[in-house]
């Protein structure tokens, strides 16, 4: 096994932090290496302290680490906080600011102006990990322009390393296979694309945006429209009365948008219309803590909207679950006639992978049977009363009694669609792990590093709601059973539990706004 | 001659004014003789909302206030269909006012009838958000405190280039000439027809 890389960019927001993350993602998925990113940012849009993470390899990789190999603070002052990410091994560059003294004030102004440290920076990266310079420049030029002069800025950092600096002994990257750089939203967009996306509505909400930029971006392309209306409860009407119309419509939020939401999910399950919601989590109650990472909304979605009715709840663990948990709930959507709810959060939202080159994957669309308006079928009312086969409202007690049953029927049969399990490891391990959501890639990353992986197993749980009674069995096989969640209330437990006899010996849950680092998982789990 | 109504009788009260509005529909729609394979009509809650159930036509019956929101979905996913929203005050003012405004400023083509009687009935008589100030009702025994909205004015302000119109229910005629002209225009448009409700509506004569 290769060894895995990171590295840490830190500084104000605005100095262009995120545009050399994604160019050194690029560059390094170009050398054949796998890598995971991730970035930290207040919710603001001017100063303050943001962050860009790589971590890379020759070899797969599933999570960034928490420690770093290389970090440079692009103003002064922004390394300070960092220091429990340093080993002694680690090189830190900084400007005149008590670590390895990188001048990149002077440097700048050599080059005429103040906004180049981020492309030096990379530049002196790109030396220190031994990538092939021409092929950098060529990515570098192709961002900035031809004859920008971030090019000049990219080899001052580069001869900068040269003189002052050894090169890491970094492992060539080999794959060959071709890849994309995404982040979950955009593997959720390329998802709900290639099971035929008709309509997507939004209103903007951290750190849900991505998928309404994606598929605002490439509406033409993808034969589709956007809509973003005057807020969450239209967005979630406007989905429902364009799926009555035919179309094959998604919605994408937060939870605040998601609370706006929940009236209209209740009305989707009881008129039969299938829609979409993409619910990316990050830190409530309320307004919380905006640009941050959580997986506090899992009850909140599986309980969403009044009445007793059937929707789908999935979750997808990393980009490549996004894409096709993308796919599979439109599909469920159209198939049931139901609300279908994908979570995200912040971690895989915002976090870049290299996966499948995704539009080369096929499209796999199922059609709703539902009849709709302008093709010649028979004319039905879509009913938020109770309601008989045409549409009309009903309250006589065996009647409704009947369609009740009938509706709660479709619970099974959706629950032969969900998504199974993952588990990863040996069934005859001492341990289970089990969680859900984007802890499966500090999980994952943990495990191989630990020398003691053979002892444990890890249950990836998808299919979130209706839920697999059979979790129950698989889990209660272990000796010991250990729940890791990104929230404080263990909720998935509390959901298992509900459905299930179950317990778990060890709990490891973190809720301060930060996703899961391997490291920390490898402690707790030793611990 | 298509036939736009279901086999269900209207439970509206003796002497109510939606009887007006219904005929009105029907009269227009078998006189304009739309499509009926491409006329989606979107009812709100309330007593006009239970239209519903009498009307021969696609339709939705939304959640009370969202029929506006759920009309310009179905008519941005398929811009053939001609689209009609009927709802009352309290959903289309009340509790949607947000949505009708931004459907206004869209002015995307769909005709909001409303069925204003200045009151909320389906609920026995709570004051509506065009209920004059000062008039008591169930939830304002002391009386309204808030000037009434204005509904014609407001869809000027926000889209000159809307129709909006205002008949009053006393006069059938009319209103019959009003939905024709509505479901006519190319656009947004607003009917708001002015009705008192037989029922819990004596302080308002």
């Known amino acids: 096994m290769e060894k895995t890389w990171s590295v840490k960019i830190a500084g104000p927001a605005g100095t262009g932090i995120k545009s050399i993350g994604l160019l050194l993602a690029q560059i390094l998925n170009e050398s054949g290496y796998f890598l995971k990113d991730y970035s930290e940012y207040p919710s603001l849009v001017r100063g303050g302290h943001n962050t860009y993470q790589v971590t890379f390899s020759a070899d797969e990789v599933y999570s960034v680490h928490k420690m770093v190999d290389i970090f440079v603070s692009l103003v002064p002052g922004h390394w300070q906080e960092h220091q429990k990410e340093f080993s002694k091994d680690t090189s830190v560059f900084a400007d005149n600011d008590g670590k390895i003294n990188l001048p990149l004030g002077e440097m700048c102004g050599q080059l005429g102006s103040t906004i180049y440290g981020n492309t030096i920076s990379l530049g002196l990266i790109c030396y220190l990990i031994d990538i092939d310079k021409d092929k950098a420049k060529i990515i570098v030029g192709k961002y900035f322009g031809e004859d920008s002069p971030n090019l000049d800025a990219f080899e001052a950092g580069w001869q900068w390393g040269e003189n002052n600096c050894q090169k890491l002994a970094v492992d060539k990257g080999k794959n060959t296979k071709k890849m994309i750089i995404v982040d979950g939203n955009e593997a959720t967009g390329w998802g709900l694309h290639k099971a035929g996306l008709d309509m997507f509505v939004a209103y903007p909400m951290t750190p849900a945006t991505g998928v309404l930029h994606f598929l605002a971006k490439n509406q033409d392309e993808f034969k589709m429209k956007v809509v973003h209306p005057e807020d969450e409860i239209a967005v979630a009407s406007i989905a429902s009365g364009a799926s009555m119309a035919g179309a094959r419509t998604a919605v994408g939020t937060s939870g605040g948008g998601f609370a706006l939401m929940t009236e ?166 001492k341990k289970i792990i089990v969680s859900w959501g984007s802890t499966k890639g500090a999980i994952l990353e943990a495990l191989k590093e630990m020398p003691n992986k053979e002892e444990f197993a890890f249950l990836q749980i998808r299919g979130m709601w209706p839920i697999d009674p059979k979790i129950g069995q698989i889990i209660s096989a272990f000796s010991e059973r250990i729940l890791i969640e990104n929230n404080a209330m263990a909720q998935l437990e509390t959901l298992l539990k509900s459905q299930m006899t179950i317990d778990f010996t060890k709990r490891i849950l973190k809720y301060d706004g930060r996703p899961f680092f391997p490291e920390e998982i490898k402690e707790a789990l030793n611990d | 001659m298509t036939n736009w109504r279901s086999t269900i009788i209207p439970t509206w009260c003796p002497g109510c004014q939606d009887y007006v509005i219904y005929a009105g529909l029907q009269n227009t729609l078998t006189k304009l003789a739309l499509d009926q394979d491409k006329t989606v009509i979107v009812y709100d809650i309330g007593c006009i909302g239970n239209m519903a159930d009498f009307v021969k036509a696609w339709g939705i019956h939304s959640l009370h206030g969202r029929s506006v929101p759920t009309a310009v979905g179905i008519k941005l996913a398929n811009p053939e269909l001609n689209v009609i929203v009927i709802g009352g005050d309290g959903g289309i ?28 009935s389906l609920t026995t008589g709570q004051s509506s958000p065009t209920t004059p100030k000062g008039i008591k009702t169930k939830s304002t025994p002391k009386g309204v405190e808030s000037v009434p909205v204005v509904p014609l004015e407001l869809i000027k302000a926000v889209n000159p280039e809307a129709l909006a119109q205002h008949v009053s229910c006393a006069e059938p005629l009319k209103v ?30």
Request: glycine share 8%; hydrophobic share 35%; aromatic share 8%.
């Open chain 2, 176 to 205: 019959n000439e009003a939905i024709e002209k509505a479901v006519k225009h190319q656009g947004f448009d607003l009917l708001d027809l002015d009705q008192l409700c037989v029922s819990f509506g004596k302080q308002l004569r």
């Open chain 2, 93 to 120: 003012y009340g509790e949607g006012l947000s949505h009708l405004i931004a459907a206004a400023r869209l002015n995307i083509d769909i005709t909001v009838i409303v069925a204003n009687n200045q009151l909320y």
């Open chain 1, 264 to 429: 209209t999910i209740s009305f989707d399950a009881q008129a039969g219309l299938g829609v979409v919601y993409f619910l990316s989590q990050r830190p409530g109650p309320a307004t919380g803590m905006p640009t941050w990472t959580s997986q506090g909304d899992l009850l909140f979605a599986v309980h969403s909207g009044h009445g007793e009715f059937p929707k789908a709840v999935l979750a997808p663990g990393d980009q490549e679950e996004a894409f096709e948990l993308g796919k599979l709930s439109l599909n469920l959507a159209n198939k049931f006639d139901i609300p279908v709810i994908m979570l995200s959060d912040k971690n895989l939202s915002e976090s870049s992978a290299n996966t499948t080159d995704f539009e080369k994957e096929k499209e796999e669309k199922i059609e709703s049977l539902k009849p709709k308006p302008g093709k010649g079928q028979k004319i039905k009312l879509y009913n938020s009363y109770e309601h008989n086969d045409e549409g009309f409202s009903i309250e006589e007690a065996e009647e409704s009694k009947k369609v009740v049953e009938l509706r709660l029927k479709k619970i099974n049969e959706i629950l032969k669609e969900m998504p199974k399990v993952n588990l990863f490891g040996s069934d005859r391990a």
